[in-house]
């Protein structure tokens, strides 16, 4: 069973950084991509950022390319998501997740952890 554990959510100022890590354990090859989503209040869940494990090649949606990246550490197996330039339109719970594709489907979730920017 996958399990996907998420920390590093907080408050901050418009334009600060902030760096998200998700622990992945009991990860296997059927769900070899690692990804980044969001879900603001009131809205749906949306992707952000996909990292291929084995590869190591990256996706990211349009609105945060240039101020995001997703990285790994495999010996921590570890996913992080670098956010800088943190704008007030980021503030979102942000879900990592285990999947078969770089966009979708995911079939494990972690809990999540708030970002929110403040203006």
């Known amino acids: 069973q996958v399990q996907l554990v998420e920390s590093g959510g907080g408050l901050v100022q418009a334009g600060a950084s902030l760096r998200l890590s998700c622990a992945a354990s009991g990860r296997t090859a059927s769900t070899p991509y690692m990804g980044w989503f969001r879900q603001a209040p009131g809205k749906e869940r949306d992707f952000v950022a996909a990292l291929y494990w084995a590869g190591g090649s990256t996706y990211y949606t349009d609105s945060v390319k240039g101020r995001f990246t997703i990285s790994r550490d495999n010996a921590k197996n570890t996913v992080y998501l670098e956010m800088n330039s943190l704008k007030p339109e980021d503030t979102a719970v942000y879900y990592c997740?285990?999947?078969?594709?770089?966009?979708?489907?995911?079939?494990?979730w972690g809990q999540g952890t708030q970002v929110t920017v403040s203006s």
């Open positions: 997740a285990s999947g078969r594709g770089s966009l979708g489907p995911y079939d494990y």
